[in-house]
């Protein structure tokens, strides 16, 4: 049966295509209805596709397309000839039905092309199986599957076009006045962080947001700090209406274990010491905390996916999936250069990899319109500075993270570097004078102890600046900086 319906033959509409270009040739203006989707590869029949073409071309350099004009350039080509010669022109004029007819001509002529690669996509994946490409295995071939789906859908040729600024007005009144019902200024999904939310507005749909850092500065923490907070914040928001919650986090952590992940929440938030549960070195009212604990956070709307490298088709095909499943507000990625770009495409450098990871992560959010949040390392050049608090230049293999994100943050603790500047007695001729040194020193980590910066170096939509955060290293846990106190 299978191999009968390979040999049926493919979607056409050879009347349409015929119908379209006689309309064509007898008013160009129908040519408006179609030109902003409709191209010479979708028609069936190769001949009406240079004849298209032809029309096209003439039409945009504002010249006549007729039988008449046209029949000059096919005379000598031989393009026509499988058709009956120019004369071929003049028929297509009594194949034509109406003018007004010509865009829905156009989109059935659309819709038999992409039929017609969703048969060539089946095809592909039959002889795939069979063994065509013995480099890639299943589940490979189930990625480079779903990409050539993704490329379809997304590059058939159907863009949005224009709106008028009237409908563009109303869809920002409806945002400002989603912000106005709102209490306070969070007009996205919370981060948990006052003082950055009232910077940003919280987290946006359909942005892509970088949040940068060396090693041990905390970005893993960060992230899951305002991970855990999205996810609380869709939980409370379910509670207040009676229900489920609508939304939910999903955290691709390429790096730490699900489990390693989850531990290190339940020590943010039981303040049990993460490294201490490891050993086991632990109290019994503490484990009780911790258990007590654990079971307040299953409710949460989150989820952990520990893939490690895995490729953006698989992560854009789970988040689909989680969305239509469980619904979806924000994307964590832990972190970017860990991930691999779709499968079946070989980036030549790994500035070019990094360049489509990072439009690929912009279109999973434009796509399922949710603010995606990547992480990223920065280039060790930071550490050959004096003042190591990080610069846009930094980012690594920075060709478009930049370019491409919305917003680019970078987290920094003056602490750790600090520390690590402690004065040793070998380098002082004296104990006084080392001792002068350690309460210089001292005085120093008194200022930063605790204390971390989230530098906010690009935003599209607001503000940059720096946001000071507090630091709790023992739980890895941020939380807003409490500057000064009513009295």
Excluded at 49 to 71: K, N, S
């Amino acid at each position: 049966m299978f191999a009968g319906a390979l040999r049926r033959a493919p979607p056409t509409n050879i009347p349409a295509e015929q119908a379209l270009l006689g309309a064509l040739l007898t008013n160009n203006k129908a040519y408006d209805r179609i030109s902003d989707f409709l191209m010479p590869e979708h028609f069936a029949d190769p001949v009406h596709g240079r004849i298209y073409e032809a029309i096209a071309r003439r039409i945009e350099r504002q010249q006549v397309a007729d039988p008449v004009t046209l029949r000059a350039e096919f005379e000598h080509t031989g393009v026509l000839e499988p058709v009956g010669g120019p004369a071929y022109l003049a028929k297509l004029i009594v194949a034509m039905v109406g003018i007004i007819n010509a865009g829905d001509y156009g989109r059935v002529i659309h819709d038999a092309w992409i039929r017609r690669q969703l048969v060539d996509i089946g095809e592909s994946v039959v002889n795939n199986a069979f063994g065509a490409t013995p480099d890639l295995d299943g589940a490979q071939q189930i990625e480079a599957s779903e990409q050539a789906l993704f490329n379809l859908a997304t590059e058939k040729g159907q863009e949005s076009g224009f709106v008028t600024f009237g409908m563009a007005l109303t869809g920002a009144i409806d945002v400002a006045e989603k912000a106005f019902q709102r209490t306070g200024d969070v007009v996205g999904l919370t981060t948990g962080l006052r003082d950055f939310d009232k910077r940003t507005g919280g987290l946006h749909p359909s942005d892509l947001l970088i949040l940068a850092g060396r090693p041990a500065m905390g970005k893993t923490a960060l992230a899951t700090k305002i991970a855990f907070s999205g996810a609380q914040a869709l939980m409370r928001e379910a509670e207040e209406n009676g229900g489920e919650p609508t939304g939910s986090v999903a955290i691709f952590s390429l790096e730490m274990s699900a489990e390693q992940l989850a531990t290190r929440i339940l020590s943010e938030q039981a303040r049990v010491s993460g490294e201490r549960i490891r050993r086991g070195e632990i109290e019994q009212r503490e484990f009780d905390r911790f258990v007590r604990v654990a079971r307040e956070l299953q409710r949460l709307p989150m989820h952990i996916d520990d893939t490690p490298a895995i490729s953006l088709s698989a992560m854009r095909t789970r988040c689909r999936r989680l969305k239509r499943t469980k619904g979806l507000s924000l994307i964590v990625v832990d972190y970017l250069q860990l991930m691999r770009p779709a499968v079946g495409t070989r980036p030549d450098s790994r500035v070019l990899e990094i360049s489509m990871i990072t439009q690929g992560l912009k279109a999973i959010a434009k796509e399922l319109e949710v603010p995606v949040l990547a992480l990223s390392q920065l280039s060790r050049q930071v550490e050959s500075r004096e003042d190591k608090r990080p610069m846009l230049s930094d980012l690594r293999e920075s060709g478009s993270i930049e370019q491409d994100a919305d917003a680019v943050m970078f987290v920094y603790r003056d602490e750790y570097y600090l520390q690590q500047r402690m004065p040793k007695d070998s380098a002082y001729d004296s104990a006084d004078a080392h001792a002068v040194a350690m309460e210089e020193w001292q005085r120093k980590m008194d200022l930063v102890h605790n204390k971390a910066e989230l530098i906010l170096e690009k935003q599209r939509h607001g503000p940059t600046g720096t946001v000071q955060l507090y630091f709790e290293g023992e739980f890895t846990r941020f939380a807003d900086l409490d500057t000064f106190h009513d009295v």
